[in-house]
Antibody
């Protein structure tokens, strides 16, 4: 059974850097074709894809946020870390991580999500 | 980026109704489309992949169709558990995008 769980601060100040960790089980990021993605959802709004990392360390970013995002993996810890710089109140959202296979295109399953509020 | 436009944004329906949600892509995405269901405070759940393939465990009243730029999600007979928000997602391109969502409300 694949499970993922996001962790990180619930409150960050404007201009600060956000660091979120996705800890997963039931699969390995050293297995060919496996990936983990990050998606966010502002309160009451739609989903927005942010970043992806694959088993071979291939990394992909949303073009609109690429300059602010970094995704890394720690295979030994079964973790994926997302950093987002220069946080702004508009970045207030629930941040999800999710499992993805290169051969497929969808995300399944997803973590429960973590709400991050950006406020001074 | 490929833009995904869902309609309607909100839909009011009754239990037993047949419900259809549309998702349009700004350019052809072949059949590279997924549908998700999201309930308040919960993560999205995969319903349909490759436009029309039903995810294991999803009730057969859900179905998907379409290719190219126009896709539909149909619930053949709406059940109380189906009141939720539905999102489409394209995975044809490097940059993944979601639709704006369709909230299915109780009439």
């Amino acid at each position: 059974q694949i499970t993922l769980k996001e962790s990180g601060p619930t409150l960050v100040k404007p201009t600060q850097t956000l660091t979120l960790t996705c800890t997963f089980s039931g699969f390995s990021l050293s297995t060919s074709g496996v990936g983990v993605g990050w998606i966010r959802q502002p309160p009451g709004k739609a989903l927005e894809w942010l970043a992806l990392i694959y088993w071979d360390d291939d990394k992909r970013y949303s073009p609109s946020l690429k300059s602010r995002l970094t995704i890394t993996k720690d295979t030994s810890k079964n973790q994926v870390v997302l950093t987002m710089t220069n946080m702004d109140p508009v970045d207030t959202a629930t941040y999800y991580c999710a499992h993805r296979r290169l051969a497929y295109g969808w995300f399944d399953p997803w973590g429960q999500g973590t709400l991050v509020t950006v406020s001074s | 980026d490929i833009q995904m436009t869902q309609s309607p944004s909100t839909l009011s329906a009754s239990v037993g109704d047949r419900v259809t949600i549309t998702c349009r892509a700004s350019q052809s995405i072949s059949s590279w489309l997924a549908w998700y269901q999201q309930k308040p405070g919960k993560a999205p759940k995969l319903l349909i992949y490759k436009a029309s393939s039903l995810e294991s465990g999803v009730p057969s009243r859900f179905s998907g169709s379409g290719s190219g730029t126009e896709f539909t999600l149909t619930i053949s007979s709406l059940q109380p558990d189906d009141f939720a928000t539905y999102y489409c997602q394209q995975y044809n391109s490097y940059s993944l995008t979601f639709g704006g969502g369709t909230k299915v409300e109780i009439k």
